[in-house]
T-cell receptor, first 110, second 109 residues
Framework: NAGVTQTPKFRVLKTGQSMTLLCAQD?????MYWYRQDPGMGLRLIHY???????AKGEVPDGYNVSRLKKQNFLLGLESAAPSQTSVYFC?????????FGPGTRLTVL | GIQVEQSPPDLILQEGANSTLRCNFS?????LQWFHQNPWGQLINLFY???GTKQNGRLSATTVATERYSLLYISSSQTTDSGVYFC???????????FGAGTQVVVTP
């Protein structure tokens, strides 16, 4: 039982490049979330999903897109990366309110 | 939206000391969780505690929902307790967490 896993762990992009972050969970959770954490701050919600095929915007959704084609996977896409998107990205999943987090992806946009 | 305030922002402890971290929130919540972010950045679930008191080893937590605060107690602190402690709450049925800014804890030998 791996819990919540994220791929990749680290990535460096140039401004304007695109990439996709993958989150996978093996706990059969319905709800999944993407957060970002900037230095000295708590996490902020980017997008979330309450089930396969559904997505919704969180607090800071601009510049990101998401997809939930399979229940166990939640993808976060950056179509045209900007330096302001340099951050650590965390994925989480939940079943009955308690959320469990992945190890994070450290993204740097130059 | 709901405001989540944590205090103190920083805490330096000598190994073996006890401490109390506080989380105040500005509205009714469905859910409250405490996390420990270790120096490697990993978020570890400590407590899921929308109300009442729970204990896990040297850590315990109390949430008084009617008065809109939660407390995290660390007893006999160890250097492995160092890191940032976050309180996070939800106010809807979708479980969207709103985080506080955290308390940075440093435990010295």
């Amino acid at each position: 039982n791996a819990g919540v896993t994220q791929t990749p762990k680290f990535r460096v992009l140039k401004t304007g490049q695109s990439m996709t972050l993958l989150c996978a969970q093996d706990m059969n959770h319905e709800y999944m979330y993407w957060y970002r954490q900037d230095p000295g701050m708590g996490l902020r919600l980017i997008h979330y999903s309450v089930g396969e095929g559904t997505t919704a915007k969180g607090e800071v959704p601009d510049g990101y897109n998401v997809s939930r084609l399979k229940k166990q996977n939640f993808l976060l896409g950056l179509e045209s990366a900007a330096p302001s998107q340099t951050s650590v990205y965390f994925c989480a999943s939940s079943y009955a309110n308690e959320q469990f987090f992945g190890p994070g992806t450290r993204l740097t946009v130059l | 939206g709901i405001q989540v305030e944590q205090s103190p922002p920083d805490l330096i402890l000598q190994e073996g000391a006890n401490s109390t971290l506080r989380c105040n929130f500005s509205d009714s919540v469905n859910n409250l969780q405490w996390f420990h972010q270790n120096p490697w950045g990993q978020l570890i679930n400590l407590f899921y505690i929308p109300s009442g008191t729970k204990q896990n080893g040297r850590l315990s937590a109390t949430t008084v929902a009617t008065e809109r605060y939660s407390l995290l107690y660390i007893s006999s602190s160890q250097t492995t307790d160092s890191g940032v402690y976050f309180c996070a709450v939800t106010t809807d049925s979708w479980g969207k967490l709103q985080f506080g800014a955290g308390t940075q804890v440093v435990v010295t030998p």
